[in-house]
């Protein structure tokens, strides 16, 4: 009594699912790419909100250089004023002191 298997497709189909050392199955590999993609995407994430921070670090920084530049802008312009102020009372107390020396003479 021998009994013959009408077909063998069924055992190389089951052979064709198991994956040989080294493989991975379809399941596996897609677990992982999601695994991967996931970390990906968060790490994105974490560029994104850290390239925002310094990207608000720098408009800060950038606010604060100009607040600095026009306050040196009008100390230039004050110190201008006050230095041809500095020249006219200079001048006027040339003047005075000729006019005194004039007189006593």
């Not at 560029?47 to 310094?54: F, L």
């Not at 720098?58 to 920084?61: L, M, R, S, T, W």
């Not at 009008?74 to 004050?78: E, F, I, L, M, Y």
């Given at each position: 009594m021998s009994t013959q298997r009408g077909s063998t497709s069924p055992d190389v189909d089951q052979q064709s699912q198991v994956p040989s050392p080294g493989e991975q199955r379809p399941q596996d590999a897609f677990r992982e790419c999601q695994v991967q993609l996931e970390d990906l995407l968060s790490k994105l994430d974490?560029?994104?909100?850290?390239?925002?921070?310094?990207?608000r670090l720098?408009?800060?920084?950038l606010a604060l250089l100009q607040t600095m530049l026009e306050t040196l802008r009008?100390?230039?312009?004050?110190l201008k004023k006050?230095?041809?102020k500095l020249k006219q009372t200079h001048n006027q107390l040339v003047s005075d002191v000729k006019h005194l020396e004039d007189q006593f003479r």
């Open positions: 974490d560029t994104r909100s850290e390239a925002h921070d310094d990207g720098a408009f800060q920084v009008k100390n230039h312009r004050d006050s230095n041809e």
